[in-house]
């Protein structure tokens, strides 16, 4: 089945260490983004990409940055970790025509000590 | 800017009994809304979904609702059963800013 797929699914770094996030998909979708999941504020959006050559900020992206590969790849980098960018971290995919939904991967579980 | 609000933050309801969870949102040139449930340590998945020039969709026990002037729409579960327990999220699709924007999900627990 075509999927989306997040490496790594757990992760503990240390603070001020360099990390990457994963995310890989078979959909054939050209949009791809990530959010972040925290406790009572549901999930926020970080950075999104409509296809390799456009890539854009959300809500919350001080402190991350993102790779677009390829169509089917998307990066999420913090270049120097700290504790509250402990969080839930999802990436997601949407086709730009016809049906709209958004399919998520199954998340990786980063926690920075 | 985008915003939407979701409301109540927990619910819980006796199984059998129906239960709401409702959202606002900020942006008139919104015009999809879909909603996703996530299960405990599980990936958020789509529930159901409603477009803008519709005022309600139904697909068996969960039906969703939308009012495009008060820029509310709704999530109604009747007949709760144990397993509808998790955590739901209303979403706002925007055209204008190809963004998707979550609100801040309703834990929902269905007592037996």
């Known amino acids: 089945d075509a999927d989306v797929t997040q490496t790594p699914r757990n992760r503990i770094t240390k603070t001020g260490k360099r990390i990457m996030l994963e995310c890989s998909q078979t959909k054939g979708h050209d949009r791809m983004y990530w959010y972040r999941q925290d406790p009572g504020l549901g999930l926020r959006l970080i950075y999104y990409?409509?296809?390799?050559?456009?890539?854009n900020k959300g809500e919350i992206s001080d402190g991350y940055s993102v790779s677009r590969q390829a169509q089917a790849k998307f990066s999420l980098s913090l270049e120097s970790a700290i504790p509250n960018q402990t969080a839930l971290y999802f990436c997601?995919?949407?086709?730009?025509?016809?049906?709209?939904?958004?399919?998520f991967g199954q998340g990786t579980r980063l926690t920075v000590v | 800017g985008e915003n939407v609000e979701q409301h109540p933050s927990t619910l819980s309801v006796q199984e059998g009994d129906s239960a709401v969870i409702k959202c606002t949102y900020s942006d008139s040139a919104s015009n999809y809304f879909p909603w996703y449930k996530q299960e405990l340590g599980k990936r958020p998945q789509l529930i159901i979904d409603i477009r803008s020039n519709v005022g309600e969709k139904k697909d068996q026990r969960i039906a969703v609702t939308l009012n495009k002037t008060a820029k509310h729409f709704s999530l109604h579960i009747t007949e709760t059963q144990p397993e509808d327990s998790a955590v739901y999220f209303c979403?706002?699709?925007?055209?204008?800013?190809?963004?998707?924007?979550f609100g801040s999900g309703t834990r929902l627990l269905v007592r037996p």
């Open positions: 997601a995919t949407r086709s730009s025509g016809g049906k709209t939904e958004a399919f």
């Open positions: 979403a706002v699709w925007m055209d204008s800013s190809y963004k998707l924007i």
């Open positions: 990409s409509f296809d390799v050559k456009d890539i």
